[in-house]
């Protein structure tokens, strides 16, 4: 009687191409992986798995690091299948004035950010008048571990769901005042499930700021909420002060 391994397999080599593209494309959203990496997964050699992967190049859906021959997902080419459902305009449609309030109240770009695959995608945005300031678009792709928006989404998570995302983040990005490891972004994600918002300090980028609070719908987070700005006019007393009027804002609005 052939093993459980031997009846995978054979599945596997009965797939269809379409199929084995949406296999790679669920692995790659947890972790990047080498083209022999994907052979294995799928069940054939390099050369077809580097086919696959072509594929997906092409159609800007994964993106290959030359450096580690590594191949990941693109977030932000999936936000275009999702903008259109209408979940997801009722959901922009209740956010969208909000964002233009805090925006007004602050003088500060707002946003609203979604996980995606160990990053936060921008999903709306709504520009600062003031002449000095960040200057972003829809499809911004951050990093969960050194981004406000990221932490705060990780801060609504219980500590099994934690874990496992900690295990499988890289802690590539992000400047020298980013976390290094499990750890210290454990550590940080704490802070800001005490105090129901997220910083972030010259983490992402040098001279950024922003403060983010976890977006919640139906029981469960679905993103977040932040404000940015540069750090000269957002200096941690500030975001702090934000930060609080944040919390009380979005408590009071979904």
Known sequence: ????????????????????????????????????????????????????????????????DDA?????????????????????????????????RLTGETGEASLLAAPASGNMVYVQYQPSSEVLTLRER??????IHCSAVGRAYLSTLDGNALDEVLGTLNYSGGTEHAPKGPLELRQRVEEARTVGFALD???????????????????????????????????QNRLVEIGTFLVHELTHTF
């Open 138 to 143: 829809l499809g911004t792709v951050r990093p």
């Open 201 to 235: 300090i010259d983490e992402t980028l040098v001279g950024a700021s922003c403060v983010a609070v976890p977006l919640n719908q139906n029981g469960r987070c679905i993103g977040s909420i932040a404000l940015s700005g540069p750090t000269s006019r957002m200096p």
């Open 68 to 100: 580690t021959k590594e191949f990941t997902i693109r977030p932000e080419r999936f936000y275009g299948l999702i903008v259109n459902h209408p979940a997801h305009e009722q959901l922009i449609e209740r956010v969208g004035p909000l964002l233009k």
């Open 1 to 64: 009687m052939p093993d459980k391994r031997s009846r995978d397999n054979s599945d596997l080599g009965s797939m269809s191409h379409i199929r084995r593209g949406l296999m790679v494309l669920e692995q790659l959203a947890t972790k990047s992986a080498t083209a022999a990496e994907v052979g294995r997964l799928v069940n054939v050699n390099r050369s077809s798995a580097l086919r696959i992967l072509g594929d997906l190049v092409d159609a800007g859906y994964v993106a290959r």
